[in-house]
């Protein structure tokens, strides 16, 4: 029972940042229908970037995490600019395609120039865990979670309550229309490349020095973002929260009960399982998000 | 016309190893042989099907491991006291299998994944993918995990207590290859200028249309998953009795994306594609290692390709050629060509 508590907790705080990770993915996918691949390069560039302000250049903790999201956000940016505004109104093959050449250039830039050797981040928490009764963990992780849990509830705020939400929304149910109301599209696919680019760099910078950071961290994060994505339908921002935290449980029993080695497993043969079932996900309001 | 550039062509290739004394450019051209019947199978379902499989490299795995296992001979237990195994079998017999098996993954997976389209298949096929890696990785009992299936046997073929060859050496294997090759094409040709190959293209090219004529949708993407699979299966059982070690790498997304790019590039939709972008692709990087560039440039700069690629050349290189070759005999007065209907 304790270890079952345990396996409960840990799940919910690594969760937190899965659901990022899938918000991110989502909103990118759902507002401007490009599968993006590089999503996971933004979540190891997020753990580089606090390797760097951190480690190298010493700033401090919490506004390197500041600085970490900021720069993430300025590269997603960058990579709409750049990549995809050229590419509107192609077939989501041809932009997914143009997605996979991005990753795999940011992905070994970022192999030569952080090397493959496997960076670690200190923190300033304290090392001994927070121990409830029979539960413990890691002050850490715990700010890993309450900084999540904030930036899901900002991005909520964000797309249902601002104009600039509003505005996605509206991009979201009719292009076509929404131009014609005077939303500038171009602005509206932009900042939402940008945001969700900056939520993957928030999840990567949070977990980063709690693991370790290397090059091909990217390509999980990546698989596990479809994974949850799938899981609470594309497009849909609360099924990719709720998709975060069920990949969180079903990733952390799978390795407390059947094998750790399988653990990455359970997501994949999660989607697999959920796609001959239930196709459009669990949580797929029809074609809806926010 | 075309005849005489065939036959030019297959001479060149049957005659290579004659001329060719170099043991490390005949093991080069081994290497992109065995990538473009990858890519070739690859093309089968993103070229003539518009269905874009980013796994593809499970079904080259799979047929690399099954058919080293099978030549190996393996125990596992199942359950603890329940031993399953199997001896050492001739090396064509694990090919074959590891054929069989790859297609029947293929099959298996077309029935689950052709429920969904686009982005949703892609991302199923790159999770089974994963799920296939992790399984080689993990099952150490069966695949020895990490310290990978060392000393596969050669394919030795003959007929027993009379002769027997062995494909050891680099000339054999490039002849292998090469065989494999032809085969393989000529049964995708085959298959695409068929009735079934029309029914792909014509789904590819409006699905509910297709549908509506009576075209069974599901059948035909099946069919065309399991060729596909079976062939990219017979380039990794190449692959594991050629380089005669294999690993958990051998389902690295990275070989995936190679033959995605080796498709793109060379013309998706094209028989002749795969091998031209093949060529390109698998030549490219011991270029770039003979002007010193790093691993890691090596990839930006395919990645970069890819890129420019999809902007420039959407078709790809074969049907641009073909497009400009078509235009400079119109202006030189000669009739158009009959446009080859680009099979």
Known sequence: MDQLLQHTLNALILGGTYALLGIGLTLIFGIMRVVNFTHGELYAFGAYMMYMWVMLAGVNFYLALVLAVALGIALGALIELLLLRRLRGADIDTTMLVMIGAWIALQNLEQFTWSGVAKSINSPFPSSPLVLGP?????????????????????????????????????????????????????????????????????????????????????????????????????????????????????????????????????????????????????????RIG | MKRFSTLALLTGLLSLPLWMSNLYVLHILIMTGIFIIAAMSLNLLLGFTGQLSLGHVAFFGIGAYTSSLVSLGFEVHLLPDWPVGLEAKPVWLG?????????????????????VRGAYFVIVTVSFAEVVRLVALNWVELTQGPMALNNIPVLRLGVPGWFEFAFLRKPANYYLVLLVGIVAYLLIRRLVNSRAGRAMIALRENEALAASVGIDVTRYLVLATFVSAGIAGAAGALYAHYVRIVDPEVFSFIYTVTMVIMVISG??????????????????PETLRAFSIQPEIQWVIYGVLMILIVYFLPEGIVPALRRSWQGWRERQGAPALKSEASP
């Open chain 1, 135 to 287: 539960i413990s963990v890691s002050w850490n992780r715990l700010f890993v979670f309450a900084v999540a849990a904030v930036l899901i509830v900002a991005t909520y705020a964000l797309i249902n309550r601002s104009k600039l939400g509003k505005a996605m929304r509206a991009t979201f149910q009719d292009r076509e229309t929404a131009a014609l109301m005077g939303v500038e599209i171009n602005t509206i696919y932009t900042a939402t490349f940008a945001l969700g680019s900056g939520l993957a760099a928030a999840a990567g910078a949070l977990l980063g020095p709690v693991f370790v950071a290397y090059p091909s961290m990217g390509d999980l994060a990546s698989l596990k973002a479809f994974a949850i994505v799938i899981l609470g339908g594309l497009g849909s921002i609360p099924g990719a929260t709720a998709g975060g935290f069920i990949l969180a449980f079903m990733e952390e029993l799978g390795a407390g009960y059947i094998s750790s080695g399988f653990r990455d497993g359970m997501g994949f043969l999660l989607i697999i399982v959920i796609l001959i079932v239930k196709p459009t996900g669990l949580f797929a309001r029809r074609e």
């Open chain 2, 267 to 284: 013309g998706k939709g094209t028989l002749a594609g795969p091998i031209v972008g093949g060529l390109i692709f698998g030549l490219l």
């Open chain 2, 95 to 115: 090919m074959l299998l590891g054929i069989l098996l790859a297609g029947l993954c293929g099959w298996v997976i077309g029935r689950v994944s052709f429920k």
